[in-house]
């Protein structure tokens, strides 16, 4: 017998890379809103760990672990995508090469921040919203969404800045960016948290799943295990 493709879920995976892709384009422009300096990727990125979350809550962290694997590939894949087209000699009656070269030719160290601090942070937040829910008894849904977030928002933070940015910004600006963009990046997850509850309830009663992760392994690589 076949196995079924659940719809919804795929559908949240597909908007899942999508949105991380999205937010590494963004992140190459800074931006000022009501005078606090953010970079314009903050506009998409949350909306990545809202979706982890509905998947954690929703399918377990098994298939949280499938789909932050499958956001790390298409990240990969596009980034390097993006190194050849800049590395390729342009066309001599081409003007943009500058633009582009600034959007898609992201400095290597660049690349590897962005790359582990989301894995890192993706993971923790599936781990933590995993692990809430089943000492919770699937109860209090709202307060599982925060914290994970917070969790993952922090590692991510904590582990992007200082790899990408560590000795060109002065560690005290350095240090109030993350600070910034955690605390955001968290009440981005309050705000949209009633949509959130609606999404999942709806999910859940479209799919019929509500899975709770006992007895599994969390072993991050074990992407087989479904």
Not at 3 to 25: E, T
Request: charged content about 15%.
């Amino acid at each position: 017998m076949k196995q079924k493709v659940s719809v919804p879920f795929m559908l949240l995976g597909i908007l899942f890379n999508v949105c991380l892709i999205a937010a590494n384009l963004l992140e190459t422009k800074v931006i000022q809103v009501f005078g606090i300096t953010v970079t314009a990727g903050l506009l998409v990125f949350p909306i990545s760990y809202i979706i982890n979350d509905c998947i954690a809550e929703v399918w377990g962290f098994r298939k949280a672990r499938l789909i932050i694997w499958s956001g790390f590939a298409m990240n990969f894949f596009v980034v390097m995508l993006g190194l050849i087209a800049v590395a390729l000699p342009a066309a001599p009656f081409w003007e943009g090469g500058v633009h582009f070269n600034f959007v898609f030719g992201m400095a290597p160290r660049i690349v590897v921040a962005s790359l582990i601090a989301f894995l890192v942070g993706s993971f923790l937040n599936a781990y933590v919203m995993s692990k809430m829910k089943i000492r919770s008894g699937g109860h209090n849904f709202s307060s599982r969404a925060i914290w994970s977030t917070v969790v993952g928002e922090t590692a991510d933070s904590l582990i992007f800045f200082p790899i990408a940015f560590g000795g060109v910004i002065a560690w005290k600006e350095l240090l109030l960016l993350m600070c910034i963009q955690v605390i955001l990046k968290s009440m981005y997850e309050v705000l949209i948290l009633p949509v959130t509850i609606r999404v999942v309830k709806a999910i859940k009663r479209i799919d019929g799943s509500d899975v709770f992760d006992e007895g599994i392994s969390y072993k991050v690589w074990k992407i087989g295990d479904l």
